[in-house]
C-alpha cells in the first residue's frame, strides 16, 4: 500500500512543533493540501488551519472524509493516549486512513509512568529502579529506604508537572500525599518513586513502522525558565541538536540496550506502533538509563531536528504507516540547529495574550516557528505562554546559537522573554 500521489494530510495541533512539522510537510513534493487543526498563526501561512479539536470524534471524522484527507498526523500525546488512532482505526467510513501515532496501547508508555516502567522491567531495558503506590503508608515506608534525593512521579498524564524531585524526607512525603491526595486528580492516584539518576540528558527521536525503525538527529533541551537551569519547569526553553556527547560509543548503546529492545518488545506485546517515539534519556558515565518514554515528538526538540532533515517528510510518514521504513533513505544536514523559544513574560505562571508581533519580516538568518500566536486582523498576536520558537542552521553551535540571538533582537512583543544561555552548557563539547 502507498499514499496516493498527491496527499491531502491533516495535522493535530497547533504549537511550535506542529508549526515545524507544518514547513516540513509543506516542502513536499507529495503534497496537496494540508489542514492544521487547530494550528496557529504561523500554520495558516503554510496550510488551512480549521478549527476543529481532536477530542470531538464525530467532527473529525466528519471532516477527514469530506475533506478527502489521505493521511492524519497527530503532534501532541493527548488524543494519543484517548485512543483517536483506535477510533479512526475502528470507524469503518475512516479505518483506510493511515494515521501517524500509536494505539491507546502503545501510548500508554506515555500515559501511564508505571506502564513503561513495567514495559521496561519486562524487557530488560534500562532505567531507574522504581516502585509504585496508591497508598500513602506504603509509599512513605518506602521512601523510608531510600537515600535523597527523591523522584516521585504521578502516574498519568500531568501537563508536564506530575514530576517532583526533592532534597528531604519530609518533603517527599508531603509531595507523596499531596500527589495521592489528588493534587494532579486521577493522574495522581498512582505515584511511582524512583532512584535518582544523576547525569546529563538528552532526547533521542526514533520513527518505527511496527517492525523498522529509523534514529532521527538528537537533540536537547532546557526545561527550565531560568538561566543556568533554575527556575520552574516548562515545556521548554530551547534545544539543540546534535548532542556532541551522544557520541556512536552512546548511541551504540542506546541502540542494542533501549531503541532495538523497545521496538521488539512492542512487537512481541501486539502493540500496534506506527509513529514517534521520544525517549528521554539520563547518560550516567556513558550509560543511558530511560528516564521516560514519550509517544510523540518533542516540542521545542522538533524545532531543531526537522530542520536538519533534509528528506520528504511525506514520504516518512508513508513508510511509518505503510512499512518498509528499513527501505527509507532519511538523509540529515550535518548542521548544528539550536532554537531559542521567545515566551510571554511571567510563564510558566500568569502571563498577558493579545500583544503584537513584530519584525518578523525583519529575520533573515533564521526560521521563526510559532508556538503561541494566533491572527488578529491578518497580523499575528500573543496567545500563548511559549510564542515563538527562532531556530537557526549553522556550521558551529556557536554559529547557531548567534544568529538565534540576531533574530530575536529584532522580534518585539510586550513582555518578550528568552533564556539567553540555550546550548552553553555543551560548547565545551564542541570545542
Ligand atoms: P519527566 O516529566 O519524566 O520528563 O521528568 C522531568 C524531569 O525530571 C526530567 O527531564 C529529568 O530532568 C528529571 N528526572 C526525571 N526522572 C529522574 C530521575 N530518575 N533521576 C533524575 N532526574 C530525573
Ligand atoms: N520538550 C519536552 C517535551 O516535549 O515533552
Excluded at 522504581?130 to 518506602?142: H, I, L, P
Excluded at 492516584?189 to 527521536?205: A, D, P, T, W
Excluded at 511509518?320 to 532519511?330: F, K, S, T, V
Excluded at 556557536?398 to 540555550?422: V, W
Amino acid at each position: 500500500m502507498r499514499l496516493p500521489d498527491s496527499v491531502n494530510v491533516l495535522l493535530l495541533g497547533g504549537g511550535g512543533r506542529e508549526h515545524t512539522f507544518a514547513c516540513k510537510i509543506a516542502q513536499s513534493r507529495r503534497l496537496s493540501k494540508l489542514y492544521i487543526a487547530p494550528g496557529n498563526g504561523g500554520t495558516a501561512e503554510l496550510g488551512s488551519n480549521v478549527d476543529l479539536s481532536a477530542a470531538n470524534l464525530a467532527v473529525l471524522k466528519c471532516f477527514i472524509v469530506s475533506q478527502h484527507i489521505n493521511l492524519v498526523v497527530v503532534g501532541p500525546e493527548e488524543p494519543l493516549v484517548r485512543g483517536v488512532v483506535d477510533q479512526l482505526r475502528d470507524d469503518p467510513d475512516t479505518h483506510l486512513v493511515p494515521v501517524i501515532g500509536p494505539t491507546a496501547k502503545g501510548a500508554a508508555l506515555e500515559g501511564s509512568k508505571d506502564f513503561a516502567k513495567a514495559f521496561m522491567m519486562r524487557h530488560n531495558i534500562p532505567t531507574a529502579a522504581y516502585r509504585s503506590f496508591t497508598d500513602v503508608a506504603q509509599g512513605e515506608a518506602f521512601l523510608e529506604t531510600l537515600a535523597p534525593p527523591y523522584v516521585l512521579k504521578a502516574d498519568g498524564l500531568a501537563a508536564g508537572k506530575g514530576v517532583s524531585i526533592v532534597g528531604t524526607l519530609p518533603e517527599a512525603k508531603s509531595e507523596l500525599a499531596a500527589m495521592l491526595g489528588g493534587r494532579f486528580g486521577e493522574a495522581g492516584s498512582r505515584v511511582v518513586i524512583e532512584q535518582y539518576l544523576n547525569g546529563i540528558e538528552c532526547s533521542v527521536f526514533v520513527a518505527t513502522d511496527g517492525a523498522n525503525y529509523k534514529i532521527l538527529p538528537v537533540a536537547k533541551d532546557y526545561k527550565r525558565a531560568g538561566e543556568g537551569d533554575t527556575g520552574p519547569n516548562t515545556g521548554g526553553m530551547g534545544a539543540v541538536s546534535p548532542v556532541a556527547f551522544a557520541d556512536e560509543t552512546f548511541m551504540e548503546r542506546v541502540c542494542t540496550r533501549i531503541i532495538k529492545p523497545t521496538i521488539e518488545g512492542l512487537r512481541s506485546e501486539k502493540i500496534d506502533y506506527k509513529g514517534f517515539i521520544f525517549i528521554g534519556l539520563m547518560n550516567v558515565d556513558g550509560d543511558p538509563y530511560v528516564i521516560e518514554y514519550n509517544v510523540r515528538m518533542g516540542d521545542p526538540e522538533t524545532e531543531v531536528v526537522l530542520p536538519r532533515v533534509k528528506s520528504d517528510v511525506v514520504e516518512l510518514f508513508e513508510a511509518i504507516a505503510y512499512g518498509g521504513l528499513d527501505r527509507y533513505e532519511l538523509e540529515i544536514s550535518p548542521d548544528t540547529a539550536a532554537t531559542v523559544v521567545c515566551v510571554s513574560e511571567g510563564y510558566p505562571g500568569e502571563y498577558a495574550k493579545g500583544s503584537p508581533v513584530t519584525g518578523l519580516a525583519d529575520v533573515e538568518k533564521s526560521l521563526v516557528f510559532h508556538a503561541g500566536t494566533t491572527l488578529k486582523g491578518g497580523s499575528p498576536v500573543t496567545s500563548g505562554g511559549r510564542v515563538l520558537a527562532v531556530t537557526s542552521l549553522d556550521a558551529t553551535l556557536e554559529g547557531a546559537l548567534a544568529k538565534c540571538y540576531e533574530s530575536i533582537g529584532r522580534i518585539e512583543y510586550q513582555g518578550k522573554t528568552f533564556r539567553a544561555d540555550i546550548g552553553r552548557d555543551l560548547l565545551k563539547y564542541n570545542r
